[in-house]
């Protein structure tokens, strides 16, 4: 086993800009890259691995070959692949939206719910994302809101920086505003409800479908809860900050000057999204090299490992 450089699926959704391959990197054709999805085993896109004798074949081709121990005993509770990894570019807002849970969505779509987070990788001056209602509202109310067009008179939009995180629990009401780039950890799932999407119209010419009854069978009708935030560590030549726990996922943003150890050991496999900066990853005799926007995924068992360089990153593992 040795560590896994991947290359992405790409997204061109309507709201997308260009700043992934523009100041990222990413080798895509697409006018817009609204999305890459770094780290995934979806069915609707797949990373690909780019290094040693693997090299070719999908993350989710090599998991079956290896055997699922490679992504370690806590991944064990899950059926598939537990999460999904992306980049998301919103040159414009994206669709009012929300995720169902495991229980609907495995009643109704045939796969899991979706709990996710956001990390704000960057934003422009000004810009603001829905997070939530800003008051209990009852269903009807958000029925006829959603009707009449007012929805976003009763949502809660908040103004973000680069560094702010959000937990976006399955039910949340949600959507990313234009002007901003976000890391997002979720399950892994792609079932989305469509509730309000400014009147657009997709390449075919035609408005995008809404979901309006899924959304009020799954919506919480509440202001969504605060995510406490937990101060840095530093240690070992890192700092370390926790940004989001559940059981669906835990990743950390880590802080690197010069080198810092790490251990994937066999209760999980890691992944790491390199945010900025220039690295290499040594893993014994095995070493990659990551680039801003570049992603690795250490397999569970594979030991110490050493990031060198100065970078800042977001490791993904399962507790």
Known sequence: MYPLKLTPAFKDYL????????????????????????????????????NGESAGMTLSDYIVKEGKSILGTNC????????????IDAKDNLSVQVHPDNEYAMRVEGEYGKTEMWYVVDCDEGATLLYGFKNNVTKEEFAERIKNNTLLEITNAVPVK???????????????GKGILIAEIQQNSNTTYRVYDYGRVGADGKTRPLH???????????????YP?????TENGCTKQLLSKCEYFTVYKL???????????????????NLE???????????ISLEKGET????????????????????????
């Open 15 to 50: 709201w997308g800009g260009t700043r992934l391959r523009d100041d990222y990197g990413k080798k895509c054709d697409f006018d817009k890259v609204a999305e890459s999805w770094e780290l995934s085993c979806h069915k609707d896109g797949n990373s690909v691995i780019a």
């Open 229 to 233: 935030t937990v101060a840095p560590m």
């Open 76 to 87: 064990e509770r899950f059926e598939n692949f537990p999460v999904l990894i992306k980049l």
């Open 277 to 287: 900066g220039s690295i290499k990853l040594v893993c014994g005799d095995n070493e």
């Open 162 to 176: 680069k560094g702010d995180v959000f937990f976006i629990e399955s039910g949340t009401l949600h959507a990313i």
């Open 255 to 273: 802080n690197i000057d010069d080198s810092a150890d790490f251990n994937a050991d066999n209760t999980s496999f890691e992944c790491l999204l």
């Open 212 to 226: 309006i009854e899924k959304a009020l069978d799954v919506t919480k009708l509440c202001p969504a809860k605060p």
């Open 296 to 319: 690795a995924f250490i397999p569970a068992g594979c030991g110490k490992y050493t990031i060198m360089g100065k970078c800042e990153a977001i490791l993904t593992r399962i507790d």
